[in-house]
């Protein structure tokens, strides 16, 4: 998995959430649909702590862009966020822990 920065969307797991939801929109799918699809997806995902907070701050902000945010969801970005980033980001740079919880610290004050 490439990480090329602390952003939402700045993985190819980030990229793997993101694009097939926006896809599934354009193409005229229901916000229920595009979310049974993506729950039945998301096991392919989910392999690292670092890979967990990827795809739900991800999938919480597809899900945010298009109206189809859940209260479930955001409790799940909460948690993310007070508890801390993955301690994982630091093994890319040495600041990228802190960069990466002030980004979502940001995210989570536009999508409450």
């Avoid at 097939?20 to 995902?45: C, T, V």
């Avoid at 799940?76 to 508890?83: A, E, F, L, Q």
């Avoid at 990228?96 to 995210?107: G, S, T, V, Y």
């Amino acid at each position: 998995m490439a990480i090329d920065g602390v952003g939402i969307i700045d993985s190819d797991c980030a990229h793997d959430v993101y694009n097939p939801i926006m896809e599934m929109y354009h193409l005229g799918q229901s916000i229920e649909s595009i979310r049974n699809n993506m729950d039945a997806f998301k096991p392919n995902f989910i392999y690292s702590q670092l890979e967990h907070e990827i795809f739900i701050t991800t999938y919480a902000l597809a899900m945010w862009e298009i109206g189809g945010l859940t209260n479930e969801q955001l409790e799940k970005v909460k948690c993310i966020v007070s508890k801390g980033v993955s301690k994982l980001w630091n093994e890319i740079d040495k600041n990228e822990q802190a960069d990466r919880q002030k980004i979502l610290n940001k995210f989570l004050k536009k999508i409450e």
